[in-house]
């Protein structure tokens, strides 16, 4: 490093080049807008900002610009997910946005129809552009023809980019170490086909700003450049946390790295200046030129909202309002999406919210979304008698897991599948005893998301009673989590050691009453159109009436119902348990919200 400064050379000033990276990550399917925050662009708007943008450089002398998408365009939006193959229609409308650059995220990694789609047609869709460094199929397939991309920008910089996502296994992909990959055989190869002749290298990486993945990263690259005596500039667009991030490498001494991420759902664009001054160093017994950052500029505001993108382009022509910010481009793109979206009957009512149910609150909230799914959606279209009568259902929902409120109004079908995008299946594992469903919570209760607990559930798991045995409710993919703590007996109660094999503890299909087995999607779809019923007249706020086919009609519904509840959980009054026997259908559903209910005393 020290030798590098010695021999470096500062050269004239008017010589500095500008690389201008608009970015953007985790979109999740969300091209189309929010219908419920109408403010929030969509693809249209994306595809215009990038016209603008080019407009705007293109008679700036030494100022070139890049666009990047950085992984996980899928789950998230029925246009996503509602398709045979998911994200089809996705990757589609992306391949006409004008990405120079894309790389792979770990949702889009999550379905095997999904996984076959990209790497028989991320070609023909984006052709060397979409670049995956270390995702395979299998050992002898990548995922991408392209592992990596060496571009040249009109301004003359010289890049080399890499796409890289976390270590990770789907059923059918997976991705190697970051840091392996790079020490691999192909990525060295690279390195040293182009020495010389790279002056700044580009890492898309599908792996959150603040993970340690980055400092291995940045290690192995500076092992290679340091070992020719150039300090390489390094541009990291991160992504996967859903967070935004512009900030130098805090990891990395040489204040020639700088790391960007771009939030999620379409609600950010990035964009960022980098200005570099040239510089001389030797290689291979010849002088060479390279570059070092000489300046940073991050253009704010980076929300992707109409007026503030065109505060931010400040370009002469362009209302204020915006009223002539789409391009041609863009209403030609946004004309397509919107056709799918009608295609897919994804704008159809199919019930009615009085309250906004938020994602962001806890169970101590009656209008959390977290209660209304545990404490009304899962004891209404899940639970069954007969295992109630054998064991006490605890349903559990990790935080996560819930991408979008729900909010008041209009269900539609399209709000299903914002909130819950995943087909994870429901199951339980059976016949957990206290001391059992008590310590698989312990570590999850020091873990975090946001304000919220890594898992809510409908019992306290520190104060039940060894008297009873617990039934744990849970989707498949939280089973994943849960099991491995009974079947490597870390979690098994003492006194069942040796007496209970450990498949006992591997999770089963939740047989559901009354459909069978559903997903998570399939229990909030039914849910919402059983009792957030719309009557299609205007006046849905008036035909709240539960019918419980021979019982007789109540003018409280199952809605208000869940309010009342939370309202009881919040200030520990019982008697919501007792109201909950007389709206539900039948005896089994009454049995089954009553249990649910009682569950507050245990709080």
């Known amino acids: 490093m020290i030798s590098l400064l010695l021999v470096t050379t500062i050269l004239a000033a008017g010589d500095q080049l500008v690389l201008e990276v608009v970015s953007v990550s985790d979109t999740h399917g969300w091209i189309y807008g929010h219908r419920h925050q109408p403010e929030i662009g969509d693809y249209g708007m994306l595809v215009s900002y990038i016209d603008h943008v080019r407009e705007k450089t293109a008679s700036i002398p030494g100022h070139s610009v890049l666009f990047a998408d950085v992984g996980d365009l899928t789950e998230g939006t029925g246009l996503s997910d509602a398709t045979p193959i998911r994200g089809q229609h996705i990757y589609e409308a992306a391949s006409k946005v004008g990405f120079d650059l894309l790389t792979v995220g770990n949702h889009d990694l999550g379905h095997e129809e999904t996984v ?211 391009t041609s481009r863009g209403e030609e793109l946004q004309e397509v999406v919107d056709g799918l979206v009608d295609d897919l009957g994804l704008n159809a009512v199919i019930g009615y919210s009085n309250y906004n149910y938020s994602k962001k609150e806890d169970l101590t909230h009656p209008t959390s979304f977290f209660h209304l799914w545990l404490n009304g959606a899962i004891p209404s279209e899940v639970y069954n008698a007969a295992r109630m009568r054998e064991c006490v259902q605890v349903s559990i929902l990790g935080s996560s897991s819930v991408r979008d409120s729900l909010y008041a109004g209009h269900v539609v079908l399209d709000d299903v599948y914002n909130i819950m995008p995943f087909s994870n299946e429901m199951m339980y594992i059976p016949n957990l005893t206290a001391y059992e469903l008590s310590c698989a919570f312990k570590e999850y209760a020091r873990e975090a998301r946001a304000s919220l607990p890594k898992y809510l559930l409908s019992f306290d798991p520190n104060n039940l009673s060894s008297e009873q045995c617990y039934d744990l409710v849970l989707s498949s993919y939280d089973a994943t989590k849960f099991s491995p703590k009974y079947t490597s007996g870390s979690c098994v109660d003492p006194n069942n050691s040796g007496n209970k094999p450990s ?89 089954r919200y009553a249990q649910a209910s009682a569950s507050i005393s245990e709080v």
């Open 503 to 591: 498949s006992e503890y591997n999770p089963l299909a939740y047989p559901s009453e009354p459909h069978g087995p559903l997903t998570t999607f399939q229990v909030l779809q039914a849910y919402v159109m059983e009792y957030m019923k719309t009557s299609g007249d205007g006046n849905d706020e008036e035909v709240y009436v539960v019918s419980t086919q021979g019982l007789p009609s109540h003018s409280l519904t199952l809605e208000l119902l869940v309010i009342a509840v939370g309202v009881a959980w919040g200030c520990s009054i019982i008697i919501a348990g007792i109201l909950a026997c007389c709206v539900l259908k039948g005896e089994p559903r009454s049995r």
């Open 116 to 326: 076959r789609y990209i790497h028989e047609n991320a070609q023909t869709l984006f052709g060397d552009r979409y670049v995956s460094t270390n995702s395979y199929l299998d050992k002898d397939t990548p995922l991408s023809k392209y592992r990596y991309k060496y571009m040249k920008a009109a301004n003359g910089l010289r890049l080399l980019a890499f796409g890289f996502l976390y270590k990770s296994s789907y059923d059918s992909a997976y991705a190697t170490s970051p840091k392996a990959e790079i020490q691999s055989e192909l990525v060295q190869d690279v390195l040293k086909k182009y020495a010389g002749e790279t002056d700044i290298l580009l890492i898309l990486s599908h792996i959150g700003t603040t993970d340690t993945n980055h400092k291995d990263i940045v290690a192995e690259f500076r092992k290679f450049y340091d070992g020719i005596g150039y300090t390489i500039p390094i541009i990291i667009l991160s992504a996967h946390s859903h967070q935004l991030h512009n900030e130098y490498c805090s990891f990395d001494s040489t204040k020639q790295c700088y790391i960007v991420e771009a939030g999620c759902y379409l609600r950010y664009i990035q964009d960022v200046s980098y200005a570099f001054d040239p510089i001389e160093y030797e290689y291979d017994g010849a002088k060479r030129t390279g570059y070092q950052f000489a300046k940073i500029s991050v253009s704010q505001p980076n929300d992707n909202q109409l007026t503030k993108l065109v505060s931010r382009l400040n370009m002469t022509g362009l209302a204020t309002d915006g009223s002539n910010f789409l």
